[in-house]
């Protein structure tokens, strides 16, 4: 009896274990960067930036254990080898506490030889619906992690996703923490205008909830809340449309975002304290509207886009950033500028090109051009433009199947007082190699 009871739980253990182990996928991205920053404007420092490194992405994802109730765990690595920064093209002052481009700075003002972090993920499964708590990459309108560097930036905190409703993705959670993409130490939240290292503002919650409703299989409805304690809570809705014409496809995205103030941002008081916000005319309160509609038109591997992006109230639009790059959900996000400035009005025009159509798979050329007008400011009326250029290549098949090749230009020019002008070059070499 006692052995029969023993066998039964070992068995149940073995099959628990099997999903586990047997459902594990593992992946190595090495991923090569090297970028070149030219601050063509003014006389302060850095005039140029460049660091070259070698970084290397480990992804493990387990399976879940069998039962009602399965349990999982993943797991991030990341290691960054320094190649090539001297300490006046790293340049970051030591004061600042910050990293350069690529890497973190050491105590003399020049790049670490290499920085690396393990971020665990333990998770639970219940059906449709998963729990995941500990090191996170959110992808949502009001969070999107940063993975424009060698490595990519991380969040600390908890993320329930259940799809118990058909065509319904439901998302809440809470993030503690961020990681910077030239930084192996986790830190606290906060926006551009109290993200200073050293006398900026840093909190430790950002609630988030919303849903992704399946209309039809080419009309998607989005609805996302998200609050940053004591800086700003955020509504956003989006609309996505894909429309087969009787010649090439239509697609149209319309996103808005409607921020305002909460704790110490909506008093006098905790904006004296650092808790303020860029913008014009606002005393540092959090108040915008932003709304944008860019339409999409491909035929025959072209894609030709135009938008418009517009924004109202006296703040720039707030995202969180740590001072390292935001990345933003804006359809104006680009490598050099959001265009995010209280007022602004952007006109937006896309071109790409895949050349799988002309015979030659893998092969993709894309460019834009972004210019932003009527940026509120002291003298009246500013404006500021971005234009890029991405061509990139993926083996498609053989020995280097997963080599990928990506060269990225961009120049931006402003007229905002204390904004520099820059250019920019990016080159990316990676091969992701498949090790579960």
Do not use: C
């Amino acid at each position: 009896m006692i052995f029969s009871g023993a066998a039964a739980l070992g068995v149940n253990a073995q099959a628990q274990a099997a999903g586990f182990l047997d459902d594990s996928k593992a992946s190595l991205e090495m991923r090569n960067f090297y970028i070149d920053r030219d601050n063509r404007s003014g006389t302060a420092n850095p005039s140029r930036q460049a660091e070259w490194g070698q970084g290397f992405i480990l992804d493990y994802r387990s399976g879940f254990t069998e039962g009602p109730v399965g349990f999982g765990i993943d797991a991030l690595g990341l290691l960054g080898i320094h190649l090539d920064s001297g300490k006046g093209t790293h340049y970051n002052p030591t004061s600042s506490n910050r990293g350069g481009q690529v890497f973190p700075t050491d105590s003399d003002g020049r790049a670490v030889n290499e920085f690396s972090s393990l971020g665990p993920t333990f998770k639970a499964r219940i059906s449709k619906t998963e729990l995941r708590l500990g090191t996170l990459r959110p992808t949502l309108p009001v969070v999107t992690y940063n993975d424009g560097r060698m490595l990519p930036q991380t969040y600390e905190g908890g993320q329930i996703t259940s799809r118990e409703i058909d065509k319904l993705t439901l998302t809440a959670g809470k993030l503690t923490q961020a990681k910077g993409r030239n930084s192996t130490d986790n830190q606290g939240l906060s926006i551009l205008g109290s993200n200073n290292a050293s006398t900026g503002q840093f909190v430790n919650s950002f609630l988030f909830a919303g849903g992704d409703y399946a209309i039809s299989k080419d009309l998607t409805a989005q609805y996302y809340y998200g609050k940053l304690e004591d800086f700003y809570v955020q509504h956003f809705v989006g609309l996505t449309h894909r429309a087969q014409l009787p010649v090439g496809a239509l697609k149209t995205d319309i996103r808005g975002f409607i921020s305002d103030s909460t704790g110490k941002n909506a008093s006098q008081a905790g904006r004296s304290e650092g808790y303020v916000s860029n913008g014009y005319g606002n005393s540092g309160e959090v108040d915008n509207r932003a709304w944008s509609a860019v339409f999409t038109y491909s035929l025959a591997g072209h894609s030709l886009g135009l938008g418009y992006q517009r924004l109202t109230g006296s703040s720039d639009t707030p995202f969180m950033t740590m001072g390292d790059g935001v990345r933003a959900y804006l359809t104006t996000d680009r490598s050099l500028n959001t265009f995010q400035h209280a007022g602004e009005r952007t006109l937006i025009g896309t071109y790409s090109y895949d050349f799988a159509s002309a015979g030659l798979p893998g092969l993709k050329l894309s460019a834009d051009y972004l210019k932003g007008t009527n940026i509120a400011t002291a003298t009246g009326d500013s404006h500021e433009w971005y234009r890029g250029t991405t061509v990139e290549y993926a083996v498609q098949s053989g020995s280097f199947k997963g080599l990928n090749f990506a060269w990225r230009n961009g120049s931006f020019r402003s007229a905002l007082s204390g904004t520099r002008d820059v250019d920019e070059s990016r080159v990316i070499v990676s091969y992701t190699l498949a090790l579960l």
